[in-house]
């Protein structure tokens, strides 16, 4: 008997990583770019992918200039495949989907567009895929976010940047809920979260506690959703050992308050030569091995593929692309 | 399970272990200490004041549990008498070819780095 394949097979077995994260400036294409490069280092296939769609500059972090083809040109149908999108770089493993010139058009990604790159991501024949994302919390980049496993947020030891970390991550919440409620066809739910959400911080638990007393098997739902996100912290331009344990207090804040279950993978170190190589058109990692934050970059990635425990559920409507 | 704070175990809000030694537990409650102290960064756009106070509460509660055997075993007592335990299975690590727990140099405990940035007079 002759078996059908409907569409190309996707690899189940691949790693997508997602670097994002509330506030501009953090270092998430910095972070991203150095996984890569040192991944690559370590004879691994590496494909960066810039979905940061509005501002994508991930390719000058590598020192390359920006050509076709790239994201853009995968999503008008001018490249068939995101394989074809993605173009080899100076090191050895590691390829980049860069980001788009039309700007305009591609940060306006619709929901079809969306959903054929995010079923594309899977199918990459790269067993380590790495998304740069966007700064915001726009449904794009939100479920850019969640379709990875696991995706990870990029911080610094500052208000502004931690108030818009909790910011994301109540926005990712919210994604999630939304995407299980209409998933779910949970009536009449949505307007209610959003309006306990904003309230304060232990107005989560009081959603679900309301919910699980009128309706508990919803809540079940809801809430297992909930668990199935478990996001990953990483805090970058630390000056000393306080800014260190300040990643450490977020990610306990965040599993107290936000009822969500974060790791904290680590702290990288502030390194003035991070903007002398960017200066230079050059990449950091290469060149700076030794230091410091090259080594916890090092120590990141090791945390990242060893890690067994992320098992995250991704929410049914990314899950199932209908492109 | 969903829990509100308040209904945290004193385990849960220190974020050890019930098999925890008394080091780990002392490590835990300075970690906490420094979370939630009064202008912490941590919790800047997420936690009132009023929360603070209460969860500071709780933890110095945890605390003064935990850290006494005898008050300590009646509680896991108790906590037993409530719902089972499962100790935690060891974390596998994928072998890199030696044993890196032996190799590996001496890490810094958690107090020793929080006692040099937050206690005055360790």
Redesign the interface.
Known sequence: MVKKTIGAKVKMDNRIWAIGGGKGGTGKSFVAASLGLHLASLDREVVLIDADLGAPNLHTLLGIKASHPDLGDFLTGTVASLEGAAVETPYRGLRIVKGSENILFIANLNHYRKLRLLRQIRQLATPNVILDLGTGSSFNTLDFFLSANPGIVVTTPEPTAIENTYLFLKSCIMRVLKLYMDHYKIPDLHQKMLDQIERNSQSLYGFFKSLMETDRAYGTILYRALRGFRPCLVMNKTRDERDVLLGRSVADVVRKYLLIDMKYLGAIPYDDEVHTSLRGFRPYYPEHKDSAAAKAIREISEELAYSIEFTLRTPPEIRLPDA | M?K??ED?NYYELL?VERTASQDEIWESYQ??L??YRDG?????????EA?RGL?LERIQEAFQTLRDPEKRSEYDLALLRHAPYFPPKAA???SVGKLEIEDAPARKTLWT??K???VKNP
């Open positions: 969903l509100k704070i945290w974020s970690a906490a420094t979370t912490s960064l941590a919790l800047y756009g997420l936690v009132t929360e969860i596998f690590r994928k780095r929080i040099r940035f937050f």
